[in-house]
């Protein structure tokens, strides 16, 4: 099994900042790595697919980063409807998810 | 685009079964590993079963191996689930999902007396 940790659990900050989350594989998933973001009674929306490619609609602010063990989710200047939840993926064996970290307005 | 509608979910008691279906349409349903993952109240996503493409390679996580048994039919472009042996901890928002990122809206399943 592929344990993804995630970090912050948290993130207070204020919109127009910039956020950058992190995910840290127990091994290596080469780029078979996605990041989601969920809303409240939704499903969770592919942001990120094959670690740095924007899925279709996401805008330019999103971007990932990484390979192997190490993997970064950036924003590079939060919209009020950014403040989500976000989960790390990997699909290098079965599928895995990280414990969500959490966007918040400070 | 692609669409995935999964149905079947429910109340049911504890020891009771359910079959969850997943109709899938806009892609080559015949190219692509589908899985099952669940979200519990207030939890993050878990995968609970994978099929590959031609459904001879399966595999469960430990929470739900040997009660749950994933299956497609290419034919009728659709992906199942049978749950069988259900307890209160199955109770989650079950998703059909794409392993390359697509997911459906999800089917509720309640399990309680």
């Known amino acids: 099994e592929i344990v993804l940790t995630q970090s912050p659990a948290t993130l207070s900050l204020s919109p127009g900042e910039r956020a950058t989350l992190s995910c840290r594989a127990s091994q290596s998933v080469s780029t078979y790595f996605a990041w989601y973001q969920q809303k409240p009674g939704q499903a969770p929306r592919l942001l990120i697919h094959d ?56 | 685009e692609v669409q995935l509608v999964e149905s079947g979910g429910g109340l049911v008691q504890p020891g009771g079964s359910l079959r969850l279906s997943c109709a899938a349409s806009g892609f080559i349903f015949t190219s692509y ?39 497609r039919d290419n034919a009728k472009n659709s992906l199942y689930l049978q749950m069988d042996s259900l307890r209160a901890d199955d109770t989650a928002v079950y998703y059909c999902v794409l392993s390359v990122g697509y997911w459906g809206q999800g089917t509720r399943v309640t399990v309680s007396s």
């Open chain 2, 33 to 71: 590993e589908m899985n099952w993952v669940r979200q519990a109240p207030g939890k993050g996503p878990e995968w609970i079963a994978y099929i590959n493409n031609g459904g001879d390679s399966i595999s469960y996580a430990d929470s739900v191996k040997g009660r749950f048994t994933i299956s």
């Open chain 1, 51 to 106: 670690a740095s490619n924007r899925a279709t609609g996401i805008p330019a602010r999103f971007s990932g980063s990484g390979s192997g063990t190490d993997f970064t989710l950036t924003i590079s200047s939060l919209e009020p409807e950014d403040f989500a939840v976000y989960y790390c993926q990997q699909r290098s064996k079965w599928l895995s998810f990280g414990g969500g970290t959490r966007v918040d307005i400070k």
